[in-house]
């Protein structure tokens, strides 16, 4: 199976390898015919912290304009998921404002805000830190990169799997404006206005901001009450200022607030209550048949899950002289959530939790970049990173003890603030040392503090209450060298390759789910390596572009987080969750990305990831004492072995100069693991999606109207999932969303 995946990608590049070939072959005995050609757009990326052309940067990117994320019917960015080769995208387990994000295997599906995610989160240079808040809403987006494999000298930690880069209209650049309203079943209501005007020759200024509305699509059938809704209302104000030739900066301010429901899943394991006086007690089986998005909850009205994150940035770039320029970004960040999480999705009280967290972040990065205009440029910086991350925590679990027939109450709450602090310093350059060879390299070194408090009490009607029944101080610090080096051939205009080596890092931290002295802990560092060799290659009419990139990574200890597997007949449960330095996995991939112009009205697109992620080993305690568990690590998490997807669009010039374009798409996602620990109910079957729609606009270019289905076969899927087997039997799986439609008119002025 793994040999016909592999041949499939090869077929594909040698097939576009001879489309580009007869594409020239037609081109030199017609050359007048294709001058009036359509031709594919240029894409341009800032993978290497400059400018560039995407078929020119030695890193696999994948890029995505504004019409490209309407074509993909994206409006969070998780509308990214099946358009990146081997990457996964969802909305995190539990949570209406979290991301979960996995690229070529690596990533970090726990919000908990001692892991640190695995994929890093940029919006307009600016680092977000947690998972929690990066369910970014595509209000105001110019461009979206994801750079795939790890990018540790030039974005620094927690990137070791890739990055996501969301760039922001500039006042400047997009003078005018638009307004956009949305209707779609399950009540979607949506509002989208942008506008910019430039003040005077120096000064520019704009505004974008979105009310975005949608009723639940899981219900409580005992109540009516709906859930997985959405409710996000968003601003963004930016100030350009360019007061001469060699100085210009841009001011943005954001706030973004979410008032949603509850994001509920589906127990998909027989939940159970421990009976200290021997035994358990069965409260629900797994409901029979499929999901009908369907489930009860033991929270009552008014407990969902509230969100406000706001930000300012101030980016200042200088001309120093013809060699030599400079760049300041300075941020902060403020992220207040207050969510009940119904982690088991059932009526009774089992891993049912509130999680109010109040982060801040501030940072600085200096760059310094020098082009002698010919063969040689560089690229050095400094970076700083300050977060604070309070919370208060509470679980409730009332329904999980029992002594005989008297049920055991059960509350405990946790106070605990986190502090991080990182510094970094980088430099990297490219050296054009023949006309068609350029060597890169560069080195990141990064120091990271951490520091971690933590208080947990309890308090019971029988067990008694411990007021506080665990409170410590830990502290660590880390560094760490991540080097990158590639070697870019041209092999003509239209051709380059390249080889490269980078490594990833991302920063340990701290057991946050430790309740006794006995689970204080400290989990290291993870790294990776990755090798990738690559192929990009356009033809000379510009109709026809692909990517090729093949890739080994080994990446090590690896940060677990695992349950306490016990007896469920057990007189007492041990509310364990540890966190290992577990595992050491090796990564095989290759991955396409090729589009074509057919015609004057027709665009293909085509995007194949193949992977082969597997542990090379998995010390888990567990095992050692049980071999029976041995098969929990079977599969790596979150990494399909093979994702693609297919998009064609047609458009019709009308009467009048209108135009009526109609695309759609196909994605396949192979079979997914959900949970570190191989829960038996947490793994999704290999499935496929499909897309339409159809948009009309008018000859001046002043309205566009909009109408698409997603989901069009109304595909069942999970898309993540909760694990904590030794909390009565817990797992939990999330579900994609049914079938929807929707409708939009927009007008630009």
Do not use: C
């Not at 509305?213 to 009450?225: C, E, F, I, L, S």
């Amino acid at each position: 199976m793994k040999r016909n995946h592999l041949s499939l990608a090869i077929g594909l590049t040698l097939s576009l390898v001879a489309l580009q070939a007869q594409a020239q072959d037609t081109a030199a005995e017609d050359e007048g015919s294709q001058a009036t050609a359509a031709t594919l757009d240029t894409i341009e990326v800032t993978a290497r912290r400059r400018t560039e052309s995407i078929q020119d940067v030695p890193v696999a990117v994948s890029a995505f304009s504004e019409d490209a994320l309407k074509d993909l019917q994206a409006t969070n960015i998780d509308g990214l998921q099946g358009a990146v080769p081997n990457m996964n995208i969802v909305q995190g387990r539990g949570s209406s404002n979290s991301v979960n994000v996995f690229i070529r295997g690596i990533g970090q599906p726990d919000a908990l805000q001692t892991f640190d995610p695995g994929v890093g989160m940029y919006v307009d240079d600016v680092y977000y830190s947690r998972i929690n808040g990066a369910l970014f809403s595509l209000f105001d987006v110019s461009q979206v990169e994801v750079l795939r494999g790890p990018q540790g000298t030039l974005y620094g930690k927690n990137s070791t799997g890739g990055a996501v880069k969301i760039t922001t209209r500039n006042p400047f650049d997009d003078e005018g404006g638009a307004v956009e309203i949305t209707a779609g079943d399950y009540g979607r209501r949506e509002g989208r206005v942008y506008g910019s005007v430039q003040l005077s020759d120096t000064l520019a200024a704009s505004i974008a901001a979105a009310k975005i509305t949608r009723d639940g699509y899981v219900t409580d059938p005992t109540t009516g009450r709906e859930f997985n809704d959405e409710d996000t209302q968003a601003v963004r104000a930016k100030f350009a200022f360019r007061p001469s030739e060699t100085f210009n900066g841009t001011l943005s301010l954001d706030y973004t607030e979410q008032d949603n429901a509850l994001t509920l899943g589906q127990p998909v394991a027989p939940l159970y209550a421990v009976n200290l006086a021997g035994g358990i007690n069965i409260l629900r089986l797994p409901t029979a048949g499929d999901y009908n998005y369907e489930t009860r909850t033991s929270f009552g009205p008014g407990q969902g899950q509230e969100m406000k994150h706001k930000g300012a940035a101030l980016t200042l770039n200088w001309t120093l002289s013809d060699r030599w320029s400079a760049k300041s970004i300075t941020a902060y960040r403020k992220l207040d959530t207050a969510s009940f999480i119904d982690i088991d999705a059932s009526e009774f009280e089992l891993g049912d939790v509130f999680v109010g967290v109040d982060q801040r972040q501030a940072s600085q990065e200096l760059q310094f970049a020098y082009d002698n205009g010919g063969d040689l440029d560089a690229m050095f910086g400094l970076y700083y990173i300050d977060e604070q991350v309070p919370s208060h925590q509470e679980a409730y679990a009332d329904d999980f003890l029992r002594f005989g027939a008297l049920p055991i109450t059960f509350l405990r709450t946790i106070d605990d603030d986190l502090s991080n602090k990182s510094v970094a310093g980088y430099a990297h350059a490219n050296w054009e040392f023949s006309p068609s060879w350029t060597l890169s390299a560069g080195l990141r070194y990064t120091q990271d503090k951490k520091k971690y408090f933590r208080s947990t009490s309890t308090f019971s009607n029988i067990l008694g209450n411990a007021d506080p029944a665990l409170a410590f101080n830990i502290s660590d610090t880390w560094t760490a060298l991540t080097p990158s080096v590639s070697l870019q051939k041209a092999f003509s205009e239209t051709m380059m390759g390249y080889f490269s080596a980078n490594r990833g890092y991302k920063a340990g931290g701290f057991n946050g789910r430790a309740n006794t002295a006995a689970e204080v802990s400290t989990f290291e560092p993870e790294y990776v390596w990755t090798y990738e060799l690559g192929l990009k290659m356009q033809s000379e009419d510009g109709r026809l572009s692909g990517r090729v990139a093949a890739f080994h990574s080994t990446y090590k200890d690896f940060q677990a987080r695992v349950s306490e597997v016990q007896n469920p007949g057990a007189p007492v449960p041990t509310f364990a969750f540890p966190v290992l330095n577990a595992a050491e996995l090796a990564i095989d991939g290759i991955e396409f990305e090729g589009m074509a112009r057919l015609g004057e009205g027709t665009l293909l697109s085509t995007q194949v990831g193949w992977m082969d992620a597997r542990y090379e080993e998995f010390n888990d305690p567990r095992v050692v004492v049980n071999p029976a568990l041995a098969s929990l690590h079977d599969h790596v998490p979150f990494s399909p072995e093979l994702t693609a997807r297919v998009a064609l669009q047609h458009g019709f010039e009308l009467p009048g100069g209108s135009l009526l374009s109609i695309g759609g798409d196909v994605s396949y996602r192979g079979e997914t693991w959900l949970s570190v620990d191989n829960a038996p109910g947490l793994v999704q079957d290999a499935y496929t999606l499909v897309g339409l729609y159809g948009v009309w606009d008018s000859s001046d270019g002043r309205w566009q109207l909009r109408a698409g289905v997603r989901n069009l076969t109304d595909e069942l899927y999970k898309t993540d999932g909760q694990e904590f087997s030794s909390i009565g039997g817990i797992q939990t799986a999330y579900f994609g969303a049914p079938r929807n439609y929707y409708a939009s008119v927009r007008y630009n002025f």
